[in-house]
């Protein structure tokens, strides 16, 4: 694997130590914008469907599939463009996409949030790739759990663990998985919690009782060491499966 970070960080461990602790139905995901094809590892394969960045994710995750992802592979197109992909199409960036499905009062509340959406300059990104973090073959910007609540907690102590303060979450109840926790971790270096939208939940296995965490790559060991103790602490309660 050619490395993409200064300081190697053992994802098969932290693969393992995070599904354990965490009580995980799946692998954590890694996943990373490429900006050429140069950057894709050698006898990486190409997605052979158009499906939602989130099914993606999904596949990874439930199914351990390894592979990347053109533009072309890419069905939603709110979430291409949230991670550099594509244009944002009209109806997209007017509002009346989300406004026809009910999701807003207008279109220009439609549009206030739209304006607010993390997302990647259009074309700055020529593919997706995507992983199960104990088996990925690239150094992932993100790296993406699935869990319950409980796991999330367990999550938000750790990422406070050394520093203290707050966290404060970007979402909005849609683009869940490409804009809240791949485009908006990766822009910031933050954690991003987000709730999982109606498009992830129907077509990626996000069940009901599950959210979503964004986490920069280069966090992760410290991410995974507090992790340790925080699920260990006197007063912390065991999560169920």
């Keep these: 694997m050619t490395s993409g970070v200064k300081i190697p960080i053992n994802y098969t461990e932290a693969a393992e130590t995070l ?41 990874a995750r439930k199914e351990g599939k390894i592979f990347y992802a053109l533009a072309e592979n890419h069905e939603c197109n709110g979430g291409a463009w949230s991670l550099g992909l594509k244009e944002i199409t009209e109806t997209l960036k007017n509002g009346d996409f989300y406004f026809k499905l009910g999701k807003f009062e207008s279109s220009a509340a439609c549009k206030r949030t739209i304006d ?47 520093v203290g303060g707050r966290i404060n979450a970007e979402f909005a109840g849609i683009q869940s998985v490409c804009a809240d926790a791949c485009a908006q971790t990766y822009l910031t270096g933050k ?5 999982g939208c109606d498009g992830s939940r129907k077509f990626s296995g996000i069940e009901d009782g599950e959210l979503v965490l964004g986490i920069p790559a280069e966090i992760l060991p410290e991410i995974v060491e507090a992790l340790r103790v925080v699920t260990t602490a006197p007063g912390s309660k065991p999560g169920g499966k």
């Design 19 to 59: 599904k354990k602790l965490l009580k995980l139905s799946g692998s954590p995901v890694a996943f990373r914008f490429a900006t050429k094809k140069e950057e894709i590892p050698e006898g990486m394969q190409k997605l052979d469907k158009t499906i939602r960045h989130c099914a993606m994710i999904g596949l």
């Design 116 to 162: 607010r959406v993390a997302h990647l300059n259009s074309h700055d990104t020529y593919a997706t790739l995507y992983a199960p973090l104990e088996k990925t073959p690239f150094d992932p910007q993100v790296v993406l759990i699935i869990a319950t609540p409980w796991a999330m907690l367990k999550l938000a102590q750790s990422t406070l663990f050394r």
């Design 191 to 195: 954690v991003n919690f987000s709730m």
